[in-house]
């Protein structure tokens, strides 16, 4: 009851006098009842200041000078400072606004999360990491897996039938909800950073199984049934890509390119620098840069120019927790000192073992810079290409496989305008940036390219794009299953096949 005066004091008209009611034997309440009560008068008195102002002071006094408890005692006089202080930040600090509450498991893949209940009391369960993520050594790791669900033995949702986008052992990270944007970036420890544990890679040797069922099997050519003597259940029948399914004339070395899936040397497109952090917000300070991906190593190629009158050290960088948990994997390392209107180039090693939370765009990375001068913040939007990674071409199997079995409200349509490309230049510009091209059809002068790519935390993306010749647009359709990177693999195509 105290909580809800309190908190809707506006609306209660005798709300003080409710309040004032409890007062009188303040002393002999619990602790608990106590400070709910020191702390619903603060929020009557912030909304009411003219007509509360003695009950307010009333119960500081209370809290402060007539009570040995010290947590009654601490938060009055935080109370206290705060209203004497700054009573606008008082406001803003005691009646701030409650976070949206929200629900993120839908977001985790089952397979992991049928994992991840397995080692409920380890780390893995805080970190929402599978163990073979982030630990390492001599040992392996044993994976655990749930019983099979008894509801129906041959279902396809099974675990252990249904296809998923990545072969076990390669399981998404979970991004969990967003919170406090900067507040994590006040309290960093801008030492030298350590790295993070390199990540622990599976690799599964995948069997070679007949996933395909009705007309989807002319795709593969003339190939026997039941490969390695293994009977699957296939995947519930769903929207396959368009005209994937018809019939062709050659075999598979017209349809499919066979080679190992990793990215070209050149290494993906890198866009140009933009300015982050001009000189007027950072005290002199002017930061520059872009991202890159080279061979598997994502950089952060820095460039920073002092305008101000004095010289500048002790450079060092931090990064907020961020949704797919990039953090410098090294310090930022400027070796000598610089003077004023000197510019020097730095290229930061990034991992993608940091702190993982969702954040809002989701490719949004925010940044402190310190020297000896002050702390900088500033915040820049990476690309999601440099998040490619170069074992992303999934087997022609599974790909026909998966996208069955995502659900068709996870299929996103966009078009991609001014893009004079044909298949072929399209497909490797696309694969120099770990896009790989799984499957090519020309249907009705249409070229179709069916393309596959995998994000660092394991997360799939199907991909069709249609290439009608002479025309500058084209259409792609993007699969996943989780939709909300799709707006942004969208923008990476985009981003590649325009420059």
């Known amino acids: 009851m105290i909580w809800i005066v309190g908190e809707y004091a506006e609306r209660i008209d005798n709300a003080d006098e409710l309040l004032e009611s409890f007062l009188e034997g303040f002393h002999d309440e619990s602790t608990q009842v106590q400070l709910q009560l020191l702390t619903a008068i603060v929020k009557l ?4 200041p003219t007509e509360t102002q003695e009950l307010v002071q009333q119960v ?3 809290a402060t000078q007539d009570s040995d408890n010290p947590d009654l005692r601490d938060r009055g006089y935080i109370y206290w400072r705060l209203l004497s202080t700054d009573p606008v930040a008082a406001k803003e ?5 409650k976070p949206l509450i929200s629900e993120e498991t839908d977001l985790i893949e089952p397979t ?3 994992e991840l209940i397995c080692y409920i009391g380890t780390l893995a369960s805080v970190y929402h990491k599978p163990p073979s993520a982030f630990v390492e050594g001599g040992r392996g790791v044993v994976h655990k897996s749930l019983p099979p669900r008894t509801a129906s033995s041959e279902s ?4 252990e039938t249904a296809p998923t986008g990545a072969p076990p052992g390669e399981q998404p990270d979970v991004i969990p909800a967003q919170g406090d944007l900067l507040g994590d970036l006040l309290n960093l420890d801008l030492g030298p950073p350590v790295s993070g544990p390199p990540l622990a890679t599976s690799s599964v040797q995948m069997g070679a199984v007949d996933l395909l069922g009705g007309g989807l099997d002319s795709l593969m050519g003339d190939e026997p049934e039941g490969i390695g003597g293994t009977n699957f259940v296939a995947p519930p029948t769903a929207a396959v890509p368009a005209n994937l399914g018809a019939p062709i004339g050659s075999g598979l070395s017209d349809l499919f390119d066979l080679t190992s899936g990793v990215g070209t040397l050149s290494g993906s497109y890198v866009a140009p620098k933009a300015v982050w952090l001009p000189a007027m917000k950072a005290k002199g300070l002017e930061i520059s840069g872009t991202f890159t991906r080279q061979v598997g190593s994502i950089s952060m190629d820095l460039q920073l120019t002092n305008k101000a009158l004095q010289v500048m050290t002790d450079f060092a960088i931090q990064f907020n927790r961020n949704s797919f948990g990039l953090a410098p994997a090294a310090p930022l390392q400027v070796h000598a000192p610089l003077s004023p209107n000197q510019t020097v180039e730095i290229s ?10 969702k954040m809002e765009p989701l490719n949004n990375l925010q940044v402190a810079v310190k020297n000896n001068i002050d702390v900088f913040y500033f915040s820049t939007l990476y690309p999601l290409h440099i998040l490619f990674v170069e074992d992303g071409k999934m087997d022609r199997q599974m790909f026909l496989a998966t996208w069955k079995d995502i659900p068709n409200e996870n299929e996103a349509q966009f078009q991609i305008r001014d893009c004079p490309l044909n298949a072929e230049a399209a497909s490797s510009k696309l694969q120099s940036s770990n896009i790989f091209t799984v499957a090519k059809r020309n249907v009705e002068g249409q070229d179709m390219l069916y393309q596959s790519l995998k994000l660092t935390n394991g997360i799939w993306v199907l991909a069709e794009l249609r290439i009608q010749p002479g025309n500058p647009s084209c259409t792609l359709s993007l699969k996943c299953r989780a939709p909300e990177v799709s707006q942004h693999v969208y923008q990476a195509y985009e981003t590649i096949l325009k420059n």
């Open 348 to 357: 930061l090693p990034l991992s993608t073992v940091g702190s993982v939370m």
């Open 112 to 114: 992991l999360l049928d």
């Open 156 to 159: 396809a949702e099974s675990p």
């Open 60 to 62: 500081l006094s209370l």
């Open 45 to 48: 008195f912030l909304k009411k």
């Open 93 to 97: 600090v005691v009646l701030a606004e």
